[in-house]
Each structure stands twice: as C-alpha cells, then as structure tokens.
C-alpha cells in the first residue's frame, strides 16, 4: 500500500530517542501492523501494513529531552 506519511513533531525533541505509542482509532479494511519509521528530532514516519483504504491514528510522543 502508499500509506506511509511523514508526521512533523510541533515541539522539536532535544534527540530522537522518543518512543511513538500508536493507537487506530477508525479504519475502513484491514489495518494490519502499524509501524513507526524514521525517527528524527524533528519528527517520523508512520504506516501501516494492511489494505485499508481509511486509518485514523491518535499517537503520543513520550521522551525525546535531555535531562
């Protein structure tokens, strides 16, 4: 499928060693797997694997700062 979009992060992280915990909300199909892909500072990558033709994603970034 082309359903890999790239997801800017509105607060820049410090690193990117953040964690993206994803969650479907809605789909029309099979969504399959959800993958996060290409994790910058500045943002990443998210995908999934089925062959939906509609996902709604809610995600939550946790970390990503320097102490």
């Not at 199909?29 to 993958?35: H, L, Y």
């Not at 033709?53 to 809610?58: I, L, R, W």
């Amino acid at each position: 499928n082309n359903s890999q979009i790239t997801v800017p992060l509105a607060t820049q992280r410090t690193n990117s060693n953040y964690i993206v915990a994803a969650e479907v909300l809605a789909h029309t199909g099979n969504v399959g797997e959800i993958e996060v892909t290409d994790i910058l500072a500045n943002g990443f990558k998210i995908a999934f694997t089925g062959s939906a033709t509609s996902v709604t994603v809610n995600y939550k970034i946790i970390g990503g700062f320097t102490a």
